[in-house]
T-cell receptor, first 113, second 115 residues
Framework: KAGVTQTPRYLIKTRGQQVTLSCSPISGHRSVSWYQQTPGQGLQFLFEYFSETQRNKGNFPGRFSGRQFSNSRSEMNVSTLELGDSALYLC????????????FGSGTQLSVL | QKEVEQNSGPLSVPEGAIASLNCTYSDRGSQSFFWYRQYSGKSPELIMFIYSNGDKEDGRFTAQLNKASQYVSLLIRDSQPSDSATYLCAVKGDILTGGGNKLTFGTGTQLKVEL
């Protein structure tokens, strides 16, 4: 079974631009979560999508948004990029039930210059 | 107070020794507990999960959970240099209170296994 696939692997953007990251979950998984990882803050929850609906949201500004498609693939978008948005963005998938385990993709390393 | 707390380390142990990694959490309603291993430059990899009080063993790994003390630990027996990594403790809240699939992570403990 293929794992969680994230594209692109690396991105370099400048302040003010916007970016879209993509995540394909493990086949059969309906839940996709997004996390931001930085050296200072560690892993922080952005949001979770299940069956195309946002089920949970973390404490990030509205510049961070996401969506999920009918095939469970998900995208997240960051608008008006700031230097502080430089981070590793990780996507995790699970089947979506209670106590389900999350499996992470390799992440997208975003650098904002 | 952080929701999930871990000692950042580094924790240094000699090869073959037992490594003990600890984690405390603040939400008494938390239901599921996970340990992830993260090598430098890689994504987190799930190595253990535990839902009930007590011990759970899987190979060289043992997870221990004490909900009354809000404490979860990971023991690594016969530590190997390849175990050198950052270990992340993650906690999932009660789905009835909105936990869903949201994991709250500690900042991780860096483990170094020395030859």
């Amino acid at each position: 079974k293929a794992g969680v696939t994230q594209t692109p692997r690396y991105l370099i953007k400048t302040r003010g631009q916007q970016v879209t990251l993509s995540c394909s979950p493990i086949s059969g998984h309906r839940s996709v979560s997004w996390y931001q990882q930085t050296p200072g803050q560690g892993l922080q929850f952005l949001f979770e999508y299940f069956s195309e609906t946002q089920r949970n949201k973390g404490n990030f500004p509205g510049r961070f948004s996401g969506r999920q498609f009918s095939n469970s693939r998900s995208e997240m978008n960051v608008s008006t990029l700031e230097l502080g948005d430089s981070a590793l963005y990780l996507c995790a998938s699970s089947s979506g039930g209670t106590n389900e385990k999350l499996f992470f993709g390799s992440g997208t390393q975003l650098s904002v210059l | 107070q952080k929701e999930v707390e871990q000692n950042s380390g580094p924790l240094s142990v000699p090869e073959g020794a037992i490594a003990s990694l600890n984690c405390t959490y603040s939400d008494r309603g938390s239901q599921s507990f996970f340990w992830y291993r993260q090598y430098s430059g890689k994504s987190p990899e799930l190595i253990m999960f535990i839902y009930s009080n007590g011990d759970k063993e899987d190979g060289r790994f043992t997870a221990q959970l004490n909900k009354a003390s809000q404490y979860v630990s990971l023991l690594i027996r016969d530590s190997q240099p390849s175990d050198s990594a950052t270990y992340l403790c993650a906690v999932k809240g009660d789905i009835l209170t909105g936990g869903g699939n949201k994991l709250t992570f500690g900042t991780g403990t860096q483990l170094k296994v020395e030859l």
